[in-house]
């Protein structure tokens, strides 16, 4: 089984309207999906914005459904020139921003236990993401995603995130769902959708957003297809 979680409804309802034989059950907050994607069995969650709704909707999904490989889907912000709306970021590493006890002498983005600034994302999986993302025609770059509780908008705080963390993307969860699944040692991988530039401010997010999403249940949809036929990430397939 593929557990797939994003943030808000535009990034998934249109892959739960997808799903076949599909029955949910609520957890809390939050509403898990689960039946067949495209040939896939999968196991749907929108988490909610932030941090700790996506690491509490990533841990109860790996506790009760027992995913394979957990994928973190939805929008994100760019951190440099040549990233565009509508392109893609397949995560290399996923950073939190916002962790920082840099005064005791710790790296920016060190996680206190697991004692990591990057975590790594799964190699099989990021590779039938970045083939999927090829073959619907979209530009694919692979680099670390930075998530922090902050939506950022500020161009300089952008330049230190990708000069820093050699981060090509922002967002507000995958470092949570990450860390859940690097603990619980589940494979881990991260597909995000541009919807605002570099150099944007906020204010294109709402109207890209939906772009962005629809660009994205493409790539979604023929990683499907691979995944269905790929042993190499698919344990049961």
Do not use: W
Not at 159 to 166: C, V
């Amino acid at each position: 089984m593929l557990g797939i979680i994003g943030a808000m409804d535009k990034e998934v309802d249109a892959l739960r309207e997808a799903i076949a034989a599909r029955r949910e059950e609520q957890v809390g907050f939050t509403r898990y999906t689960l039946g067949e994607l495209y040939g896939v069995s999968v196991c749907l969650a929108r988490c909610g914005i932030g941090k700790v709704h996506a690491a509490l909707c990533a841990q109860a999904m790996i506790l009760r459904y027992h995913p394979d490989a957990l994928l973190n889907i939805g929008v994100a912000g760019a951190l440099r020139d040549g990233i565009t709306v509508g392109d893609m970021v397949v995560a290399k590493s996923a950073v939190q921003h916002d962790m920082d006890t840099t005064p005791i002498g710790d790296p920016l983005g060190l996680i206190s236990g697991p004692n990591i600034v990057h975590i790594p994302c799964d190699e099989a999986l990021s590779r039938l993401l970045l083939e999927a993302a090829a073959e619907c025609g979209f530009k694919a770059v692979r680099a670390a995603v930075a998530t922090g509780d902050q939506f950022i908008a500020d161009t300089a705080k952008k330049d230190f995130l990708s000069d820093y963390f050699d981060a090509a993307a922002c967002d507000m969860e995958g470092g949570a769902i990450a860390q859940c699944c690097y603990e619980m040692g589940v494979p881990y991988a991260a597909l995000r959708a541009i919807s605002d530039t570099r150099l944007g401010d906020g204010r294109e997010y709402g109207e890209k957003a939906s772009f962005a999403c629809e660009r994205e249940q493409r790539v979604l949809k023929k990683l499907m297809e691979k995944y269905a036929l790929n042993s190499e990430v698919n344990r049961h397939g």
